[in-house]
């Protein structure tokens, strides 16, 4: 049998994000998003392409699997490699129950390389696909979650859920953002705090070409980034702003497409946060370590991070945050992206949001201490040192520097 020790659906989100810059050419033939509701409309195949909501998940995911193993097997050798799962992700005629099925094979096969510490996904036979119906048989018998039928059913939901245009007519909504199993914290948590800022920046830098493709241009970069409309995969795997659009899809896939050679790995990749904000902004950058207590500050004295962080706000500046990869004491996960919300230096605490929309502090009881699981929280001076390590931020002065 496969390995029953599966990560926790909470680590499953996060990745590294160390990566290089790499700008594409630039395409032509573009059109404002404003003049082209229609072909907004069309970016996206809606859910109702496949079965009902209600049929779908009636569907044994495995036997969907079984049925489309020939039409993922690209070159027909009975062996599905990760290059030919990700060729599938990225095919729009993949909708629906299908695309939430794929959606599955992908996790559970990326759940099996990094719980066997493999540096290459495994290749998917049929053999392969009956373990991990044997190991969710076991896990039935055992009483313990069925991953699969967890997966599935999450991304039918999302499927359900997501807009079919780019903008719904609403600005974009930062309070929207929902991080999926890519590695984007970092591009994420930057669009947070631009979408808070000023929307109209992340709006204003989409355009669609005459050939139906998407292209994002961010202010600080000289050249739009082109990609093709997300598939109905890349929705229920990755970054959602659910009814609010599927602009954060476009921007995780555009960002990523940077990121690296190959488009149809652009949403395993990711990047130092300071480089998001640079081309969100259009500014500089400073990225500064964390002081791991606070000796020393004086009594009363607001702590010097702490002025940084609170100019730059009163600057309407994008601010990100994440935490350390060493020893923490809250249940916050290691190296992972938040958005700067607000500080109150009177009660000594600073807001974040983590970019999963939710997941944060827990009480005794292991409940969220605020009442409510949406990833927006507040820590203590105190907590927040023993627990983030470092803050990127928008800044107009002063030199530039990444850590």
């Given at each position: 049998?496969?390995?029953?020790?599966?990560?926790?659906?909470?680590?499953?989100?996060?990745?590294?994000?160390?990566?290089?810059?790499?700008?594409?050419?630039?395409?032509?033939?573009?059109?404002?998003?404003?003049?082209?509701?229609?072909?907004?409309?069309?970016?996206?195949?809606?859910?109702?392409?496949?079965?009902?909501?209600?049929?779908?998940?009636?569907?044994?995911?495995?036997?969907?699997?079984?049925?489309?193993?020939?039409?993922?097997?690209?070159?027909?050798?009975?062996?599905?490699?990760?290059?030919?799962?990700?060729?599938?992700?990225?095919?729009?005629?993949?909708?629906?129950?299908?695309?939430?099925?794929?959606?599955?094979?992908?996790?559970?096969?990326?759940?099996?390389?990094?719980?066997?510490?493999?540096?290459?996904?495994?290749?998917?036979?049929?053999?392969?696909?009956d373990e991990l119906r044997s190991?969710?048989?076991?896990?039935?018998?055992?009483?313990?979650?069925?991953?699969?039928?967890?997966?599935?059913?999450?991304?039918?939901?999302?499927?359900?859920r997501a807009s079919t245009e780019?903008?719904?007519?609403?600005?974009?909504?930062?309070?929207?953002?929902?991080?999926?199993?890519?590695?984007?914290?970092?591009?994420?948590?930057?669009?947070?705090?631009?979408?808070?800022?000023?929307?109209?920046?992340?709006?204003?830098?989409?355009?669609?070409?005459?050939?139906?493709?998407?292209?994002?241009?961010?202010?600080?970069?000289?050249?739009?980034?082109?990609?093709?409309?997300?598939?109905?995969?890349?929705?229920?795997?990755?970054?959602?702003?659910?009814?609010?659009?599927?602009?954060?899809?476009?921007?995780?896939?555009?960002?990523?497409?940077?990121?690296?050679?190959?488009?149809?790995?652009?949403?395993?990749?990711?990047?130092?946060?300071?480089?998001?904000?640079?081309?969100?902004?259009?500014?500089?950058?400073?990225?500064?370590?964390?002081?791991?207590?606070?000796?020393?500050?004086k009594k009363g004295e607001t702590?010097?991070?702490?002025?940084?962080?609170?100019?730059?706000?009163?600057?309407?500046?994008?601010?990100?945050?994440?935490?350390?990869?060493?020893?923490?004491?809250?249940?916050?996960?290691?190296?992972?992206?938040?958005?700067?919300?607000?500080?109150?230096?009177?009660?000594?605490?600073?807001?974040?949001?983590?970019?999963?929309?939710?997941?944060?502090?827990?009480?005794?009881?292991?409940?969220?201490?605020?009442?409510?699981?949406?990833?927006?929280?507040?820590?203590?001076?105190?907590?927040?040192?023993?627990?983030?390590?470092?803050?990127?931020?928008?800044?107009?002065?002063?030199?530039?520097?990444?850590?």
């Open positions: 049998m496969l390995g029953r020790t599966l990560l926790l659906s909470m680590v499953r989100d996060l990745h590294g994000c160390n990566t290089v810059l790499i700008r594409l050419p630039y395409s032509a033939g573009m059109k404002s998003v404003a003049s082209s509701h229609g072909a907004a409309a069309r970016l996206q195949s809606s859910f109702h392409r496949g079965a009902s909501a209600k049929n779908a998940r009636k569907e044994d995911v495995f036997e969907l699997i079984d049925r489309n193993f020939d039409r993922f097997d690209r070159d027909g050798n009975s062996r599905i490699t990760w290059s030919e799962l990700r060729k599938s992700v990225a095919d729009p005629s993949i909708q629906g129950e299908d695309a939430a099925a794929l959606g599955t094979l992908y996790s559970l096969v990326n759940d099996h390389a990094e719980e066997q510490g493999f540096l290459r996904k495994p290749a998917v036979t049929r053999e392969f696909i190991d969710r048989e076991f896990q039935a018998e055992e009483g313990e979650k069925l991953y699969a039928d967890i997966y599935y059913n999450k991304y039918l939901t999302k499927l359900e780019l903008f719904t007519g609403k600005l974009p909504d930062g309070m929207k953002v929902r991080q999926g199993i890519g590695p984007s914290c970092a591009i994420l948590s930057t669009t947070v705090g631009q979408a808070l800022i000023d929307p109209h920046v992340i709006k204003d830098a989409f355009s669609i070409r005459t050939d139906g493709k998407v292209a994002i241009k961010f202010p600080g970069l000289k050249k739009p980034v082109v990609v093709a409309p997300t598939t109905d995969t890349e929705t229920a795997l990755f970054a959602t702003a659910g009814k609010n659009g599927t602009w954060l899809n476009h921007v995780e896939k555009a960002w990523g497409t940077l990121q690296g050679k190959n488009p149809e790995a652009a949403f395993e990749l990711s990047s130092w946060p300071a480089k998001s904000i640079r081309a969100w902004s259009n500014g500089k950058a400073v990225t500064t370590k964390v002081p791991q207590d606070l000796s020393g500050t702590p010097t991070f702490v002025a940084g962080m609170t100019e730059q706000l009163s600057n309407k500046h994008i601010i990100m945050t994440w935490t350390r990869n060493g020893k923490r004491e809250l249940n916050l996960v290691s190296g992972h992206a938040h958005t700067v919300l607000g500080i109150d230096e009177k009660a000594e605490t600073i807001k974040v949001r983590n970019p999963w929309g939710r997941f944060e502090p827990t009480n005794e009881k292991g409940k969220p201490r605020d009442g409510r699981d949406d990833g927006i929280f507040e820590l203590s001076y105190e907590e927040y040192v023993r627990d983030f390590g470092k803050i990127s931020m928008q800044t107009t002065s002063g030199k530039e520097k990444s850590a």
